[in-house]
């Protein structure tokens, strides 16, 4: 794993930066603000990185070793990233309130804990919720308030946290009681101001100072535009005092597009996540037989995942759509509860992630339940595999998601033209062109591509403001971002080809897209389902490389059926840039797997 520049608040790629600490020195109200050390302190908490030194998250035995410098490197991204847009403005205090511990309805019965993932970005305080952040500007530190219990509820639950036992563990400068949050910020406000301002609560406009200069209290808020949700500033009984000075527009842009791009920390730690979840897919192919029902390839998945990965959760509900179930996207949720009996004619489309520490991984696997490919099977899971090569061959920085996509499509209705339920032409390539044209793909795929992927699993800055907006073209509408690739994004490349009733009685009743269609032998594959293909990516300098290390080539499915090694000897597909590696001693350690 290599460093980051110092200077870089980006991706670690080299590129040049202004250096923050550059941007921060001024006087203001007669107190000097001392050059603080954001670039040393990057720079150590990246070598505790390389090194994985300085405080560990571990869940034990041989699961992955986080180092907490990795949090370290988030903020120190965030501030630098902060100090450049804003200058010398950037004065103050940004505060994140955590994830809060819910219950079921109207029962004391608490679901499992997740963090709240911006909270988590910053403080990677995975275990601790009903918790507040704070972070300096521009120095960077930062404050943990966490809460304190009385004995009814350590009777229950067990000690309140240790305040000093916290702050070692995830590596923070400070760590109070949640109680301390309105005295303490008003404490560093008025450092940062030079007075007492905030002092007993007052706010009037008279005491307010310069808005180029004065500390401000930033406040996450913005809209997430894949789900459409927004996120909430931080509140608490008090902060209305506060109200002068508060800042909801800086933020968000800024922390939504630091996590667009990976550091190398961030990178192994989903190399973990995807190495994990690709073991726990060969066990399940190798497990699935007919007569199985999916929730059991489910539990199989998430037992493999926890017992040798300490992942307590999944990146989101298991898809265990077997035959026909395969041509709904997202199976498994409320409604399909992934309750089929398995059948030995039936494709297995198996859409299954584990995440740990809060970062994700999206992995889709399809294969004949039976243990062998029909010749229709062979031909659509070769359709989509093509389709998935052929992304993973152009995928770098620079180029065009949305033609990315369109790469996809042209690929699968390259296929279904030589099974013939497409028809083709003396110009096969016009033909497809045609096709793209009338919109065809978005028939036989009507999602997208693929997405960023993180600590979320539909990570975030997907649209964000100055970049391509979403088209309002079938199959290209549904991509969750359309922007240019850059260096250190980390993506799903995901192509799919269903059989999808309505979708398909809906192209035959248009005459633009009725006229490419074999009816006949159309309807071979209807009740077939689907075939999707799901890889994580990192794009790197000049290309990607693929984390997911799950067999693809046809012959390498069938073989794992049947038992045999995984990892292979030999790389049937180097053209999959699939990145070997494997968890020892809780890092992740590459392998030297050749064609």
């Known amino acids: 794993m290599g460093s980051n520049s110092a200077s870089d608040p980006n991706n670690g790629s080299g590129k040049k930066t202004k250096n923050a600490a550059t941007a921060t020195a001024s006087t203001t109200s007669g107190y000097m603000m001392k050059m603080p050390p954001l670039a ?17 998250y571990s869940q034990g035995l041989e699961t992955f070793r986080v180092p907490m410098a990795l949090y370290e490197v988030n903020r120190a991204r965030v501030v630098q990233a902060m100090l450049e847009r804003y200058g010398s403005r950037a004065r103050g205090l940004v505060l994140l309130e955590g994830g809060k511990q819910t219950t079921r309805y109207d029962t004391d ?40 219990w009385g004995v009814d509820v350590e009777t229950m639950c067990g000690a309140s946290p240790e305040f000093e036992s916290v702050k070692k563990d995830l590596g923070l400068e400070r760590v109070f009681g949640v109680g301390e949050l309105k005295a303490f910020l008003e404490r560093e406000m ?18 307010k100072k310069n808005g180029e200069t004065s500390p401000k209290l930033y406040l996450l808020k913005g809209l997430n535009t894949d789900s459409g949700n927004f996120a909430t500033p931080a509140s608490f009984d008090g902060i209305s005092q506060f109200a002068d000075v508060r800042d909801e527009d800086s933020l968000f842009p800024i922390i939504a597009e630091c996590r667009v791009t990976k550091t190398p920390a961030e990178i192994d730690l989903m190399r973990y996540t995807n190495w994990i979840s690709s073991m726990a897919h060969v066990e399940v192919m190798r497990a699935a037989k007919p007569g199985m029902m999916e929730y059991q390839l489910e539990s199989l998945f998430q037992h493999h995942t926890y017992t040798h990965g300490g992942c307590r959760h999944m990146s989101y509900t298991c898809i265990c759509a077997c035959g026909p179930n395969a041509k709904i996207l997202h199976y498994g949720h409320a409604g399909r509860p992934n309750s089929r009996l398995l059948a030995s004619t039936d494709i297995a489309l198996l859409d299954m992630g584990a995440e740990y520490h809060c970062y994700a991984s999206d992995i889709t696997c399809s294969f004949p339940v039976g243990g062998a490919f029909t010749e229709d099977q062979r031909a659509i899971y070769e359709s989509v595999l093509a389709a998935q090569v052929s992304v993973l061959r152009e995928l770098r920085p620079g180029v065009s998601w949305k033609e990315m996509h369109r790469e996809a499509e042209r690929e699968i209705l390259k296929g279904l033209i030589e099974c013939g339920v497409l028809k083709s032409g003396k110009d096969a390539d016009k033909v497809v062109e045609d096709m793209l044209h009338a919109d065809l793909g978005a028939i036989f795929m009507p999602h997208g591509m693929g997405h960023l992927i993180g600590i979320d699993t539909h990570d975030v800055g997907g649209y964000a403001a100055g970049t391509p907006q979403r088209s309002t073209r079938p199959g290209l509408r549904k991509l969750r971002t359309a922007r240019d690739i850059e260096e250190g994004m980390v993506l799903t490349v995901e192509p799919g080809c269903y059989f999808i009733d309505p979708l398909l009685d809906m192209a035959l009743s248009n005459e633009e897209q009725k006229r490419f269609f074999n009816t006949d032998r159309l309807s071979d594959f209807r009740g077939f389902g689907g075939v999707r293909l799901e890889d994580d990516v990192r794009v790197t300098a000049d290309g990607c490389e693929n984390l997911t290390l799950c067999p693809r080539a046809a012959d390498e499915v069938t073989m794992v059926m049947k038992g045999g090694a995984w990892p292979p000897d030999k790389d049937v597909m180097p053209e999959l840039k699939r990145a070997w590696a494997v968890c020892k001693d809780g890092k992740m350690k590459m392998l030297d797997i050749k064609p």
């Open 190 to 207: 008025n450092r940062l101001s030079g007075d007492n301002v905030y002092e007993g609560g007052m706010n009037s406009k008279e005491e």
């Open 109 to 148: 019965h608490e679901p499992v804990f997740r963090q709240e993932s911006y909270f988590h970005y910053l403080f990677g305080a995975s275990q601790y919720s009903d918790c507040y952040g704070v972070l300096s500007l521009p120095e960077g530190e930062a404050t943990l308030f966490v809460p304190t």
């Open 40 to 56: 040393d302190r990057r720079s150590v908490a990246e070598q505790l990185c390389q090194t994985c030194s300085g405080p560990i």
